[in-house]
């Protein structure tokens, strides 16, 4: 079993991703740990399968959105988690802020049948669960311009997510991307090509250190 008390490090790391109560967070993410661990067992969901990664690899690399766009924390506002796969950066998100609207969207059914799962299990009234390609929503009505952000964590270079994406994004919303920073230099001169059009800027975070010693991150926005 899981023990709580193993990861109070990870409190300050929620504190400056401005959750509010970061020990009924984490208690929460403990009944993911099991959930996540278990259906893990039947059906390959994560390559993460011991407790420190899930902590400092899922949940932190999930919430650190929130450290440097603040207004994840405080707004209604409507997110898209493109490539959700086991349900992160989307369940992490959903469980720490409420107020967000977030519709978690993946092609492959063994993966959204679980965050589902997870949803209901973790009674999480604030996540929506698509399974479907991303590229093929705006196709659907109700789909175009829907979400304030449309995020993504570990799916696709950023070139294709904007093309792929962008229609599904508000006129004033924002893309914002969890990347390292190797990737964000492989990577920032294509989709600003894609994008000049658009008059999109594409900016960068400062880079951070996951806890745990487990790499470097960046995000990619415009």
């Known amino acids: 079993m899981p023990n709580i008390n193993a990861h109070f490090e990870l409190e300050p790391f929620c504190v400056q991703c401005h959750i509010a109560d970061p020990g009924v967070f984490i208690e929460k993410c403990l009944n993911l740990y099991t959930l996540l661990t278990a259906a893990n067992q039947d059906v ?12 400092d690899r899922h949940i932190a ?13 405080t707004d209604s506002l409507t997110l898209a988690d493109i490539g959700c796969g086991a349900g992160f950066p989307a369940i992490p998100l959903a469980l720490a802020f409420p107020q967000l609207k977030i519709t978690a969207i993946d ?11 997870a949803a209901e299990k973790l009674e999480i009234r604030n996540l929506e669960v698509v399974t479907a390609r991303s590229k093929e929503l705006p196709h659907k009505p109700g789909w175009c311009e829907r979400f304030d952000v449309v995020s993504a964590r570990a799916v696709a270079d950023a070139r294709s997510l904007f093309r792929e994406n962008r229609q599904l994004l508000k006129k004033n919303g924002k893309f914002i991307f969890y990347k390292t920073p190797d990737q964000i230099a492989a990577e920032i001169e294509e989709v600003g090509k894609a994008s000049a059009k ?25």
Do not use: C, H, M
């Open 44 to 55: 390959n969901l994560t390559r993460i399968e011991d407790e420190p990664a899930f902590w």
């Open 61 to 73: 690399d999930s919430i650190a959105i929130a450290r440097f766009f603040p207004e994840l924390a």
């Open 107 to 117: 092609s492959i059914a063994k993966k959204t049948r679980f965050v589902e799962l």
């Open 198 to 222: 658009y008059g999109l800027k594409w900016r960068t975070t400062s880079v951070f250190e996951l806890p745990g010693g487990s790499g470097q991150r960046q995000f990619l926005f415009a």
